[in-house]
């Protein structure tokens, strides 16, 4: 039985490009979500508030596939900030008639569900040996791995600070 749960992520001041780990598909211990096989999104809450003039990316994606070399990161969210100032985005993944999300499924790779243009493959960032994400809890030791989703934020330039919370509302599925 599959059940709706959220993670909140929040981190103030970041001065540096910073990876982090939003839900981890594996653990069912300290996330609220039960096994499953693929991650449903359902939707996204974003706030984020730039200090002063500079430009930062953020990305939210899905892990594909990774070993102790490198990984594969498929972007679906992205957002650039140019300027001194707070955004706020609330992404709806769910159908109105059905209730379903965007399903996060793998196959050979790639997402199964959606087709992107944006990508991260075969980066050293996203590998399952380096522990350097933050996760939800506070955890900043965290190695990703294939189903969980992740969010990237990129200094472009300038040397403002960023402010960020985001919100994932979720439902693990089986195949």
């Not at 999104?41 to 974003?46: E, F, Q």
């Amino acid at each position: 039985m599959t059940r709706r749960a959220a993670t909140v992520l929040s981190d103030k001041a970041v001065a540096a490009t910073k990876r982090y780990l939003l839900v981890d598909l594996s653990d069912t211990t300290n996330y609220p979500h039960s096994a499953g096989d693929w991650i449903e999104l359902l939707g996204l809450d974003i706030q984020l508030n730039q200090a002063g003039a500079g430009q930062w990316d953020m990305k939210v994606g899905l892990v594909t596939e990774n070993d102790a070399t490198n990984g594969s990161v498929y972007w679906f969210a992205v957002y650039i900030l140019s300027a001194a100032g707070a955004i706020a985005k609330t992404l709806a993944f769910t159908d109105p008639k059905t209730g379903t999300g965007l399903p996060m499924k793998i196959t050979s790779d790639k997402p199964e569900n959606w087709v992107t243009n944006d990508s991260d493959l075969a980066s050293a960032n996203w590998d399952n040996a380096v522990a350097n994400l933050t996760d939800p809890l506070g955890n900043a030791n965290k190695s990703p791995g294939a189903g969980d989703l992740v969010m990237e934020l990129t200094e472009v330039s300038g040397t403002t600070t960023i402010d960020i919370s985001i919100r994932t509302e979720y439902r693990t599925r089986e195949n």
